[in-house]
């Protein structure tokens, strides 16, 4: 593996890192505090392409990889990971890509990758987090199509979304607990369909999170992702190998961020007569914290790499996972403490980052989930 950029991932990281900069620090205390989707920053962000990064040319997106995506996330993430989300206004479109048909990938993506629509992958339940074979959300086949009754928790983009992918259980006497499931597009003008907005998070707050709802609910048959039922695990697995390795790019990101802001408050803060950063022990705890940036790092970096090179690597993208997210809350949390009583004070930014910090242990896989796939990688089911 190369770990040299070449020219064109160069260009898109200084893009995403000068959009980021110039853009984010305007909204990003307004929007936490008002728990804001910052749409215009989306609207700016889909124009210049960041939105179509992994989107194939032909459906409007600039075709790149995993990796590249990735790394737009960690410089989002670096100014502000609230802000920051709005990459996620194409969460889903990884299934579409892949497995949609050629009907669905002309209708939903080319919008999604212009930054003309916002989508969103709903797949958590009240009762169903980390077991995904819990899901109850059901899917009945009629003569107008699909009936789906049921409702999911925690979804991103979900009061915003114009249309949501819905893994539903369409096929529950299969066999084969993997073929009981599918995904279903769900526009989100359907009657029986309501969205609810989640308020009071801990972080993210920029980010849009909602209930949704579905009382017989109809979608005509074109809507079943991919034409055929029973093909929802598989692409639900394909969605949690990408998106593991892009929440360990926010956790990167955010790490990133809390570093570089203690670095320069201690640079200019004095105590005792001498700058913080000429003691030994602050000197200590800002290398141990760039320790494990670059660490995990290099991390995803290597699971993207695989995942766009044909490789899935479920392990390594689950230590990726594991060890940003681990190194999102400590290095943050480091940063609080560099700065004292200022610190705990939300006109620095570090407190937002510290809360921020925390979702990446949790979804796309808790660390729990992730330390539970890492140890059967390595010693077998049982």
Not at 321 to 340: I, N
């Amino acid at each position: 593996m190369d770990y040299t950029l070449n020219d064109e991932q160069k260009q898109i990281v200084e893009a995403a890192r000068k959009f980021a900069s110039n853009e984010f620090p305007k909204v990003a205390l307004q929007c936490d505090r008002e728990e804001k989707f910052p749409k215009e920053v989306w609207q700016k962000a889909g124009e210049l392409g960041f939105m179509g990064i992994f989107i194939a040319p032909e459906y409007g997106g600039l075709g790149m990889g995993c990796l590249e995506h990735a790394m737009v996330m960690e410089e989002f993430w670096h100014v502000d990971p609230g802000v920051g989300n709005i990459l996620l206004a194409v969460f889903g479109a990884e299934i579409l890509g892949a497995f949609g048909t050629e009907e669905q990938k002309q209708k939903y993506l080319l919008p999604v990758a212009e930054g003309r629509a916002i989508m969103g992958c709903a797949i958590t339940e009240p009762n169903a987090g980390s077991d995904i074979f819990g899901i109850r959300t059901r899917a009945s086949s009629t003569s107008d199509g699909y009936l789906i009754n049921g409702s999911k928790q925690f979804i991103t983009n979900g009061s915003i979304a114009d249309f949501v992918l819905v893994f539903c259980l369409t096929n529950p006497e299969a066999d084969k607990p993997t073929r009981r499931f599918s995904f279903l597009i769900v526009e989100r003008d359907r009657k029986g369909f309501v969205a609810n907005k989640l308020k009071g998070k801990m972080g993210i707050r920029a980010s849009d999170t909602a209930e949704l709802f579905f009382d017989d609910v109809i979608v005509p048959s074109e809507n079943l992702v991919g034409g055929k039922e029973g093909g929802g695990f598989a692409q639900v697995m394909h969605l949690f190998n990408i998106n593991r390795v892009v929440a360990a790019a926010q956790g990167v990101g955010v790490a990133q961020g809390a570093l570089d802001k203690a670095v320069a408050y201690v640079q200019q803060r004095g105590q005792f007569g001498a700058r913080l950063a000429s003691f030994q022990g602050i000197q200590f705890k800002i290398a141990g914290m760039a320790a494990r940036v670059e660490s995990a790092r290099s991390l995803y970096h290597k699971a993207a790499w695989l995942l766009d090179h044909g490789q899935v690597d479920r392990k390594l993208v689950s230590i990726a996972k594991l060890v940003a997210g681990e190194t999102a809350v400590r290095v943050a949390d480091e940063a609080v403490q560099l700065h004292g009583g200022y610190g705990y004070m939300d006109e620095y930014d570090v407190q937002r980052f510290y809360r921020d910090a925390k979702i990446v242990e949790i979804y796309e896989g808790t660390k729990e989930i992730e330390k539970l796939t890492i140890a059967r990688e390595i010693l077998g089911r049982s």
